[in-house]
């Protein structure tokens, strides 16, 4: 069957070796990123986020889609990952037809977490979990997209008492259910990476890593994961180089903050030329 040229792009960049995804969050910087020589760029819900003045998991899906659209524009020759949170709905129905809409954004892969954004549950229950990966499955079938299936095990973010554990019974189970990919955010040691590795199976396994956790990008490679995103971490980078820029104004009277921040050269050429080059 044939795809998309950036959903065949995608799924070859997931048969062999070992790729970094990064994360923009806005059109800028998504066109820097691929003007890096990135082979692929996922959205973080959270960098997406704080642009509009809400918190991680405050974005509506709406709003989420023409977001994901815009990414797509921004770089329409390679391939966007979604992160497409729990789906925007707890029902496994409810999954699929939101799944469906994310598809026709033009996203080449598309992540679904088993975080339900509650205190009292933070986790959906087990078996609901994998029926909803199961729906997203064939929601993604029907679409013939061939668009890659991320699922996602939330179980370090949530707080789970045995994370490690919880999140290798899941990612097992996930991958049984039908993800291409498999995905457990947190685990930062390379213990944790291996039974992370050993329960998905054979199947890609994709690697966040949002601190300096010791490892390079080699280091992961030769753990067995198939790629490497960073999540919020570059737009966390910038937030913080603001806060602490906009802290010294106002509390020292300082301008100290700007010390680091060089002239704009880097950036004005490159996008002037960036622009030429898609207009």
Excluded at 10 to 37: I, T
Excluded at 94 to 115: F, P, Q, R, Y
Excluded at 160 to 177: C, G, M, T, V, W
Excluded at 242 to 248: C, G, M, Q, V, Y
Aim: with cysteine; proline share 6%.
């Amino acid at each position: 069957m044939s795809y998309s040229p950036q959903v065949e792009s995608f799924r070859r960049l997931h048969e062999s070796g070992c790729f970094v995804m990064p994360n923009p969050w806005d059109f800028g910087s998504a066109r820097w990123l691929r003007g890096q020589g990135f082979p692929a760029l996922a959205s973080t819900s959270a960098g997406f986020a704080f642009t509009q003045g809400r918190a991680d998991q405050d974005v509506p899906r709406d709003m989420m889609l023409a977001h994901l659209a815009d990414l797509v524009k921004a770089v329409p020759d390679l391939p966007i990952n979604a992160d497409f949170e729990n789906g925007y709905a707890d029902t496994a129905d409810g999954v699929a037809a939101n799944v469906k809409l994310c598809i026709a954004t033009g996203v080449a892969g598309l992540s679904i977490e088993d975080a339900t954004g509650r205190e009292d549950e933070p986790l959906y229950p087990f078996e609901l979990a994998v029926e909803r990966i199961r729906a997203a499955r064939r929601a993604v079938d029907e679409t013939g997209s061939g668009v890659l299936l991320t699922a996602r095990a939330e179980c370090f973010l949530t707080g789970h008492p045995d994370a490690l554990n919880e999140s290798a019974k899941r990612i097992a189970a996930y991958a049984e259910a039908g993800a291409d990919v498999l995905y457990a955010p947190g685990p930062k040691t390379p213990e944790q990476i291996a039974t992370i590795m050993a329960a998905a199976g054979g199947k890609p396994v994709n690697q966040l890593i949002y601190g300096d956790f010791g490892l390079s990008v080699s280091d992961i490679a030769g753990l067995g994961a198939r790629r490497i995103s960073i999540g919020g971490a570059l737009a966390r980078a910038a937030w913080a180089a603001f806060i602490e820029a906009t802290r010294l104004i106002k509390e020292e009277g300082s301008f100290k903050g700007f010390a680091g921040n060089g002239p704009s050269s880097p950036l004005n050429p490159f996008f002037r030329d960036d622009l030429k080059a898609r207009s």
